[in-house]
């Protein structure tokens, strides 16, 4: 039998403008599918803040994928 394990990573946008009116966009890409072991690189650099503003990119995921339900991550 084969085990499978499946990574969750949430890319998170946030803004740095203090006058933004409009939510920054996290464009990861499309979503992949990968086995363990299996290097991923992970490009951010499709996102952006549509009122110009300084943008940081943090990403979050799940390191036990039996918690891959849960809501909140854990910094990678």
Same mark, same amino acid.
């Given at each position: =039998?084969?085990?499978?394990? @499946?990574?969750?990573? /949430?890319?998170?946008?946030?803004?740095?403008? @203090?006058? /933004?009116?409009?939510?920054?966009?996290?464009?990861?890409?499309?979503?992949? /599918?990968?086995?363990?072991?299996?290097?991923?690189?992970?490009?951010?650099?499709?996102?952006?803040?549509?009122?110009?503003?300084?943008?940081?990119?943090?990403?979050?995921?799940?390191?036990?994928?039996?918690?891959?339900?849960?809501?909140?991550?854990? =910094?990678?």
């Amino acid at each position: =039998m084969r085990n499978s394990h @499946l990574l969750v990573i /949430t890319l998170l946008l946030a803004s740095c403008s @203090l006058a /933004t009116k409009v939510p920054p966009v996290a464009n990861a890409g499309p979503d992949v /599918t990968i086995h363990v072991g299996q290097p991923i690189l992970l490009d951010g650099s499709l996102s952006y803040d549509p009122d110009g503003g300084d943008s940081q990119l943090r990403l979050v995921g799940r390191r036990d994928p039996r918690r891959a339900g849960e809501r909140r991550g854990e =910094m990678l």
